[in-house]
C-alpha cells in the first residue's frame, strides 16, 4: 500500500476534471484524477459538433473545445493526473486499485472517491432486434468515434433506430460525409433527443424522421442489406400493414445509454433501476460513506454544462469529507410522484444550504406545473411549458424551506396543466 | 501427398487433428472461414453432458459417456479451463416424474452416475427453483467448457506437432482417384489418401462430391439463446434440465465457464444452414420456459444473443464410418448433441478405424504443448508487476469489461494459430464478451489488428469473409471533414 491522497477522482470526462477542480479548489491537498485513456476529455473528445457550453461558459463550443477549457484549467492546479490507467477496483475502505504501463498494478489509499466513469451505449442484443448476427448494424457512439477520431466512415447507405440525440447528430454528420440517411425510427411518438438537434441535424437535410416506428426486421446476407421498420400503436405493438423497407449497409443504434457502475456495484452501492446509476444524497454520496458519484455514470445528462456543474459538486464535497469526515446527519428520502421518471438527489440533508433537484418528465407536456411537496404540504410550485423527457429539469430551492424535525419525505410532480 | 485431410475444424475435426499428430502421418486442415471454430461448436450450450439422456445402445449414448470422461485429462494435458459443476434435470408435474425415473434408467444402462433427488434438496442447492419442483435428477459428472478455448488448444498443439492448418480454404470438389483423393479448394488443390469429412452443417454437401448415395439426409434445427452478464453468482449453481422431450433437452440454464449465465436453446427446424438469426418468438419462447423453471431470473442483465444450428441427419445417431462405395472417406456427420462432450470419443473412433487399415508410427519427437497464455486478471498482483516489467503491453487495459490487456490481444495475434478478426480476438481473449459488447474496446482492437498484421484498418474482419468493418478512410488527402 502506498500514496495517500485526500480525494482520488476515477475518470477523466467532463465529470471527473469538473469534480477534481470542484476538490482541488475547495482546500483538498492531494487529490489524484485517473483516466483509462490517453487524453482527458472522455466522450467529448468525439462530439465535435457545436453547441457545448452556452450555459458554463456563455459559448458555443465543440466537445473537444470544452475538454480543453476544462483541462487548462486543471493544469493550472496541483491535481496529479495519471493517464492511460485504468482503475480495476475500489474498496469500501477507499482503497483504489489501478492499472498501467508504467507503475504496474497498484493500490492507493484516499479519504474520498468520486466515481466519474461515464456510460456505456445500449446495444442491439439489449433491445433484442431479430435476425441474423452480421455485420452493419452498431451503436452511433462507436460509428462516431470511428468517423471523428479515427477518420473512417462505417457504411455508405444508413438507417437509424432511436432519436437521441448521438442518433441525431449522427445522421448530420454521416451526410455531410457523404453517406446517404434514409431516415431515422423512433418508438415513442416523439424524439428521445434535444428538439434543436432534430432542427439541426434533420429537418435541415430533409431526413425523415419515422416517430412511433420500429424496426422489424433486418435481412442481409454476410452485410446488412435491408431494413425494415413498422408502426407501433400506444402500447408498441406492430400495426399489420405498415412496414416500409430501407435498403441500406449500415443501421445505427441510438437507443439509450446505461450509467457504468460496475465499480460501484462490485462493493454493494446501491443503484437506482431506474437511471441505473448510484442513489445518492444531495452531497452526491452514495450509501457509502466517502464515496461520491456523479456526471454520465450517475445519471445519463444531455448536456454537459449540467454535467460540469453537477461534478463540481460532487468534488467539493468530497473534499469537504476528505477534510473532516463527518458523516452524522438526518437524511430524507426525496421521491418522483407523477409524471416524473426520476429526480436526484434521492435524499437530502436540512440545512441552510440550496438543493437543486434534477429529474425528467415520463411524457411530454406542453404546459405543466412542477410541485415540490414534503408529505402532504406543497413547499414549491413552478409553472413550466414545453416539458419533454429528453430534456433533464432542475429547481434549484433553499433547503430552509423543508420542515427540519421531519422525517416527512420529499416528493417531486408535474401535473399537466390545460 | 496428405496422409489425411480433415475438411472442417470445428470441435470434430480439431480434436481428430490432435489425435493424429502423434503418428508419422501427413495431416491437412481445410477450413473455409477465415478463423477456426467458427461453425456449429461457436455457438451451443458448452454443456460436456454426463450421458444419462441418449437412447442406450446408439452411438452417442457410448460416445458422450466415453467423451465427458476424457474432458478431465485432455483438459488438464493442454491447461484448458474445466469444471464438473453437475446438473440437475427437473420434473414439475407427474408425467415429468414419470419420464425422469425413465431417464434414471437410462442413466444407470448407459453407466453413468445419478441421483434421484426430492424437492427438499433441490431447492436447498438451487434455491430460485419454483417450489412446485417434485423430483431431480443430480448427474455430478456434468461438466463446462469453454468450446472455443478446447479448439484453440487442440489445433495449437497440433500445429506444434507438424499438423497443417489452413483458413480460408473452401473444400469445393473433391476428385476420387484410385488410392487417393484430389481436393480442389478456393485456394489451392490438395492430394491425400484419406478424407475426413468433418464439416458440420455441411456434411452432406461434402459427401455429395464424391458419391450420390450419402446414405443420410442433413437436417437443420436452430436454437436460440439469451447471455446474461457475469455477476449473477447467486442465481444458479448447476446446470438446470428440464425434463426432455421428444423435440430434445428443452431450455436450459446453464453457468459458462467465464461466469455467464447462458438461457436456452429452442428447438426449431429450419431450411438454410446460415439462418443463424435470432426472433422475437424465439426468444420469448425461452423466456416463458425459464420462467416456469425458476424465478428471480435476472432479465436486466442480458447482454447479447444468439443462435447455432445442429446438424441432425434422419439417421438421429452420429454417423461416423467409413463411406460404402468410397474407401478411404471417413464420414462424421450428423454430429448434433451432444457432440461436444463426445468429441474425444468421436476422435478416438476415427484415429482407430485409421489404425485399422494401416500400421502407424508414432512420431519420436511427439510433445504436448499446454496452453500457456496469460491472463492477468487471474494472476496475483506481484505476478502481474513481474510480467508488466517484461512487457508493458501487460499493463494496459483494452476492455473495460472484462480486463483484458494489450500484451494479451497482441500474444493471440502472434499465436501458433494466428487471430485475424475482432470476432476471433473476442473469442481467445475475450474482449468485446462483455457487457458493453465491444462499444469502448471495438476501435482499440482493430487499431492493433491492423498495426500488428501490418493492414490497413479497412481490411480488418468481423468474422467472416465481407465483414469489414469500417468501409472507407474519409481523410486521405487531409481532408477535414465539415462540422
Ligand atoms: C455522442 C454525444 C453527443 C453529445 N452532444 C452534446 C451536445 O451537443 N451538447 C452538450 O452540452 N452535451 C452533449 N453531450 C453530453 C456530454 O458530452 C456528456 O454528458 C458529458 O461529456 C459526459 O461526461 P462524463 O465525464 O460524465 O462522461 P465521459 O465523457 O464518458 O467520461 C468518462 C471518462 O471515464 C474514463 N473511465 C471510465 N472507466 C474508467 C476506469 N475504470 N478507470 C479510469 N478511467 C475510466 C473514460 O475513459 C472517460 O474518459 C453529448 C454526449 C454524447 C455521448
Ligand atoms: C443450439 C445447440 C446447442 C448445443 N449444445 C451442446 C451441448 O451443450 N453439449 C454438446 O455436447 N453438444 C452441443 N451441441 C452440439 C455441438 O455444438 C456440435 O455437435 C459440435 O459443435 C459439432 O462440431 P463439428 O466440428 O462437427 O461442426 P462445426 O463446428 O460446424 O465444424 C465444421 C467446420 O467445417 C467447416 N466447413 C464446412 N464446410 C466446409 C468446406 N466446404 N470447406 C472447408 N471447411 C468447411 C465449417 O466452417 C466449420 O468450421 C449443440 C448444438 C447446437 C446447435
Given amino acids: ?418 | 501427398m496428405y496422409d489425411v485431410t480433415i475438411i472442417g475444424s470445428g470441435i470434430t475435426g480439431s480434436f481428430i487433428a490432435h489425435n493424429l499428430a502423434k503418428y508419422q502421418l501427413k495431416v491437412l486442415v481445410l477450413e473455409k472461414d477465415v478463423e477456426v471454430g467458427d461453425g456449429v461448436t461457436k455457438a451451443n450450450s458448452a454443456i460436456i453432458h454426463s450421458g444419462y439422456d441418449p437412447k442406450p445402445g446408439t452411438l452417442k449414448a457410448k460416445l458422450n459417456v466415453l467423451g465427458n470422461k476424457m474432458y478431465e485429462q485432455v483438459t488438464k494435458e493442454l491447461n484448458v479451463d474445466y469444471k464438473r459443476i453437475g446438473s440437475y434435470t427437473l420434473a414439475f408435474n407427474e408425467l415429468e416424474e414419470k419420464e425422469l425415473r425413465k431417464l434414471y434408467q437410462h442413466g444407470i444402462e448407459n453407466g453413468v452416475e445419478t441421483y434421484l433427488v426430492e424437492k427438499e434438496e433441490i431447492l436447498k442447492k438451487e434455491p430460485n427453483i419454483k417450489d412446485t419442483v417434485r423430483l431431480g435428477l443430480y448427474a455430478p459428472t456434468t461438466g463446462i467448457l469453454a468450446p472455443w478455448d478446447m479448439i484453440y488448444a487442440l489445433l495449437d498443439n497440433a500445429l506444434y506437432n507438424g499438423v497443417e492448418i489452413k483458413t480460408s480454404n473452401e473444400v469445393l470438389n473433391i476428385d476420387k482417384k484410385e488410392d487417393h483423393f484430389v481436393v480442389k479448394t478456393n485456394q489451392s488443390t490438395y492430394k491425400t489418401r484419406y478424407v475426413i469429412n468433418a464439416a458440420g452443417l455441411y456434411a452432406e454437401h461434402i459427401t455429395r462430391m464424391v458419391t450420390d448415395n450419402p446414405g443420410f439426409k442433413m437436417n437443420f434445427t436452430r436454437g436460440e439463446y439469451y447471455v446474461l452478464d457475469r455477476g449473477y453468482d447467486d442465481y444458479v449453481h448447476h446446470v438446470i434440465y428440464p425434463t426432455p422431450t421428444a423435440k430434445g433437452k428443452g431450455v436450459l440454464i446453464v453457468p459458462t465457464i467465464h461466469g455467464n449465465v447462458l438461457l436456452g436453446p429452442t428447438s426449431e427446424r429450419i431450411e438454410d444452414a446460415d439462418s443463424t438469426e435470432v426472433t422475437k418468438v424465439g426468444l420469448e419462447f425461452v423466456k416463458n420456459h425459464v420462467n416456469q423453471m425458476i424465478n428471480n431470473t435476472p432479465y436486466k442483465g442480458i447482454i447479447r444473443t444468439f443462435s447455432g444450428i445442429r446438424p441432425k441427419t434422419d439417421r438421429l445417431d452420429f454417423i461416423i464410418e467409413e463411406l460404402n462405395d468410397t474407401p478411404q472417406f471417413i464420414q462424421v456427420a450428423g454430429i448434433e448433441s451432444p457432440g461436444l462432450a463426445s468429441a474425444p470419443a468421436i476422435a478416438k473412433m476415427v484415429e482407430e478405424m485409421i489404425l485399422n487399415k494401416e500400421s502407424l508410427e508414432t512420431k519420436h519427437d511427439y510433445k504436448i504443448y499446454p496452453q500457456k497464455q496469460v491472463k492477468i486478471n487471474e494472476k496475483p498482483i506481484d505476478e502481474i508487476n513481474r510480467l508488466i516489467k517484461q512487457n508493458p503491453k501487460y499493463g494496459t487495459i483494452i476492455c473495460r469489461c472484462e480486463s483484458i490487456t494489450e500484451g494479451e490481444i497482441i500474444d493471440a495475434i502472434h499465436s501458433p494459430l494466428g487471430i485475424r478478426t475482432i470476432d476471433g480476438i473476442k473469442r481467445r481473449v475475450r474482449p468485446g464478451s462483455g457487457r458493453c459488447q465491444g462499444g469502448f474496446c471495438q476501435p482499440l482492437i482493430l487499431e492493433i489488428l491492423a498495426r500488428e498484421l501490418k493492414v490497413s484498418k479497412t481490411d480488418i474482419l468481423l468474422d467472416k469473409e465481407g465483414s469489414n468493418i469500417l468501409t472507407e478512410e474519409t481523410k486521405i488527402n487531409g481532408g477535414d471533414g465539415n462540422e
Wanted: glycine share 8%; aromatic share 6%.
Fill in chain 1, 1 to 418: 500500500m502506498n500514496k495517500q491522497y485526500d480525494v482520488c477522482v476515477i475518470g477523466g470526462g467532463a465529470a471527473g476534471m469538473s469534480s477534481a477542480l470542484g476538490a482541488v479548489k475547495n482546500g483538498a491537498k492531494k487529490v489524484l484524477l485517473v483516466e483509462r485513456d490517453i487524453e482527458l476529455g472522455g466522450i467529448l473528445q468525439q462530439c465535435i459538433h457545436n453547441g457545448f457550453g452556452l450555459h458554463h461558459f456563455h459559448e458555443e463550443l465543440t466537445g473537444p473545445a470544452y475538454a480543453e477549457r476544462l483541462k487548462t484549467e486543471l493544469l493550472e492546479t496541483n491535481v496529479e493526473i495519471k493517464l492511460e490507467t485504468t482503475v480495476l477496483e475500489i474498496t469500501k475502505d477507499k482503497t483504489v486499485h489501478l492499472m498501467n504501463k508504467v507503475d504496474g498494478y497498484q493500490i492507493i489509499e484516499a479519504k474520498s472517491i468520486v466515481v466519474a466513469i461515464g456510460c456505456r451505449e445500449r446495444t442491439r442484443h439489449q433491445i433484442g432486434i431479430p435476425g441474423k448476427r452480421f455485420n452493419g448494424i452498431m451503436t452511433a457512439g462507436l460509428a462516431q468515434r470511428y468517423l471523428n477520431i479515427d477518420g473512417y466512415l462505417v457504411g455508405k447507405n444508413v438507417f437509424i433506430l432511436g432519436s437521441g440525440d448521438i442518433g441525431l447528430i449522427m445522421a448530420r454528420r454521416m451526410r455531410l460525409e457523404g453517406a446517404n440517411v434514409l431516415g431515422v425510427a423512433e418508438l415513442m411518438p416523439y424524439s428521445n433527443g434535444l428538439n434543436r438537434n432534430i432542427v439541426q441535424c434533420l429537418h435541415d437535410y430533409n431526413i425523415p424522421l419515422y416517430l412511433s416506428h420500429t424496426v422489424t426486421g433486418v435481412s442481409g446476407k454476410d452485410r446488412l442489406e435491408k431494413v425494415t421498420i413498422s408502426e407501433v400503436d400506444e402500447n408498441f405493438q406492430v400495426k399489420e400493414g405498415t412496414s416500409k423497407t430501407f435498403e441500406v449497409d449500415t443501421l445505427l443504434l441510438s437507443v439509450g445509454l446505461i450509467p457504468e457502475n460496475k465499480l460501484l456495484t462490485d462493493i454493494q452501492v446501491e443503484v437506482n433501476p431506474i437511471t441505473n446509476g448510484a442513489y445518492v444524497d444531495d452531497q452526491f454520496q452514495t450509501n457509502i460513506p466517502g464515496i461520491f458519484a456523479c456526471g454520465n455514470s450517475l445519471h445519463v445528462h444531455d448536456l454537459v454544462d449540467f454535467v460540469a456543474e453537477e461534478s463540481f459538486e460532487s468534488g467539493k464535497n468530497a473534499a469537504k469529507y476528505a477534510l473532516n469526515q463527518e458523516n452524522n446527519h438526518i437524511s430524507i428520502p426525496v421521491k418522483p410522484a407523477s409524471n416524473v421518471r426520476y429526480v436526484i438527489p434521492n435524499k437530502i440533508k436540512i440545512s441552510d444550504d440550496e438543493v437543486t433537484f434534477k429529474f425528467r418528465v415520463t411524457k411530454p407536456m406542453n404546459k405543466g406545473l412542477i410541485i415540490v411537496k414534503q408529505g402532504d404540504s406543497v413547499i414549491k410550485e413552478i409553472k413550466k411549458s414545453h416539458l419533454l423527457p429528453a430534456e433533464m429539469e432542475s429547481v434549484k430551492l433553499n433547503k430552509s424551506l423543508f420542515k427540519p424535525n421531519s422525517q416527512d419525505e420529499i416528493f417531486v410532480e408535474v401535473k399537466g396543466v390545460e
